[in-house]
């Protein structure tokens, strides 16, 4: 029987889809934006009817996270990205001037390798791709090793339907042999341009791979009750967007601060909505379930509800429960709370206003280094431009749920699944990623002095039709 080296077979084949989607990519970057959004328009068409099955099989094969929250996201989702991509101009011909001289355009970057998380598999490939393809590069699929299966059949499914609309065929591509010697190797290569890394972090903070990255990743977002604000609608959105998904969308709340003159109505309506106050002799059998070292829990934790948490840790909660809630006075470098969690776990602060909450928001951001959202709920407008100013995120959510507010969907952000992390201290962008981050601009210069005599013949012309204008007021008059 003959043996197969699965290392050499996964990066030759990591080769082979580079060198195929760099070929492929010679031809889609000559499409025109109209061709290239007739493709994304059939994919997202086409792939909706799918979506229930694809997302079946991602919360079966990873047992991360909600179903029926996962397909309302999701068809949230595609309505708000397709009004999207509708209006942007992504390549060729971006600007310009009243002459009809082109002063910009938009070029694709090339090759783009996608690592891809565990978490909330089918839209982010979905996402990805269709602002790749939007912006004319060649985008690889690297699969969580968690979604092997799921990132399989969502990809073969989007390739059939983009190229029977006119991809070429490689334009999209997906690693089947698996190893870190064969994802390594992609990375390296020459002929990629960037790496989007929203998942499979490891690879990225291994080595230093010489291409701009686009770091994507979730975050642990603090959320200010401030006392201007409505309260009663705060909690609710903060309860909420915090078991949304088993609290796996990138920007989940995760760190509730309070001002201690409306905390005794906090406490009563987070309890009314479904949130469980843990007793400290519950919080170290959670602890002891979550198990939190270096930045992360118990993998088994991530993407469980708060009602499997509880039984697992042996708490007797509410059917009810929505959130577990840790009530922390003050924080200290070990406080385990303070760690990055992706499931419906609340740790909840006092402070005694808002200049201290001020602070310690931008203390819980810096403190674990995974803070790129900030979410405050306030009607205070000193108060909310003190805090756009002086917080080190990406983005701030106004009394929205931070969790789909952050994606861009019922908010004033672009739509996006991928939450740029450099105030994290990854990647090159701090914003919401779209299909325009995935090109350059080329700017066309032209010279001054044309632009002089064009105007000078303009003033020349204005100064004639100025003394025609003058003689015919003047036989009027002479009437």
Request: with cysteine; hydrophobic share 40%; proline share 4%.
């Amino acid at each position: 029987m003959q043996q197969i080296d699965e290392d050499l077979l996964s990066i030759q084949e990591a080769r082979i889809l580079v060198e195929t989607a760099r070929d492929a990519q010679q031809l889609v970057k000559e499409y025109e934006q109209k061709n290239l959004d007739v493709i994304v328009k059939k994919l997202l068409e086409e792939i909706k009817p799918e979506m229930s099955r694809f997302v079946a099989t991602e919360v079966n094969e990873t047992n991360l996270g909600c179903s029926k929250d996962k397909e309302v996201l999701i068809d949230q989702f595609l309505e708000a990205l397709t009004g999207e991509l509708n209006q942007q101009q992504c390549v060729g011909n971006l600007v310009e001037d009243s002459a009809g001289n082109i002063l910009q355009v938009g070029v694709p970057l090339g090759v783009i390798p996608i690592l891809l998380p565990a978490e909330n598999t089918t839209l982010n490939i979905l996402y990805s791709l269709a602002i790749g393809i939007k912006s004319g590069n060649a985008m690889i699929l690297i699969p969580h090793p968690q979604s092997k299966k799921t990132t399989q059949m969502v990809f073969q499914k989007m390739k059939e339907i983009c190229e029977a609309n006119g991809l070429p065929k490689g334009c999209l591509g997906c690693i089947s042999f698996l190893t870190d010697k064969g994802v390594k190797e992609m990375l390296s290569s020459q002929d990629i341009s960037m790496i989007l890394a929203i998942g499979n972090q490891n690879y990225i903070n291994a080595a230093n791979y010489q291409r701009p990255i686009i770091y994507g990743g979730s975050g642990a977002t603090p959320v200010f009750i401030e006392r201007s604000a409505n309260i009663k609608q705060a909690v609710e959105a903060i309860v909420t967007s915090r078991a949304y998904d088993c609290g796996l969308l990138p920007a989940t709340e995760q760190y509730l601060i309070a001002e201690g003159v409306i905390a005794s109505e906090v406490r009563g309506l987070l309890q009314t909505n479904g949130a469980h106050f843990l007793s400290k002799e519950e919080e170290y059998k959670l602890l002891a379930l979550l198990q939190p070292n270096n930045n992360r829990i118990n993998p088994m934790c991530v993407g469980k509800d708060a009602l499997w948490l509880a039984e697992k840790a042996q708490i007797s909660v509410a059917p009810t429960t929505k959130v577990l809630v840790s009530e922390q006075h003050y924080m200290h470098d070990e406080d385990p709370f303070a760690n990055e969690m992706k499931c419906p776990v609340l740790a909840f602060y006092l402070e005694p206003d808002w200049m201290h909450a001020c602070e310690k928001s931008i203390r819980l951001l810096k403190e674990k280094n995974n803070g790129h959202t900030l979410a405050i709920h306030s009607q205070n407008k000193s108060v909310l431009k003190e805090f756009a100013l002086k917080k080190p995120v990406g983005r701030m959510i106004v009394n929205a749920p931070a969790s789909t507010a952050s994606l861009g969907l019922e908010s004033t952000l672009p739509v996006s699944v991928i939450l740029g992390g450099y105030t994290t201290g990854r990647g090159i962008s701090a914003k919401n990623i779209t299909a325009k981050d995935l090109t350059y601009v080329r700017e066309i210069s032209y010279p001054v002095e044309s632009l002089t005599s064009t105007n000078g013949i303009d003033e020349a012309q204005s100064t004639v039709d100025t003394k025609v204008l003058e003689k015919i007021l003047k036989k009027i008059m002479e009437k």
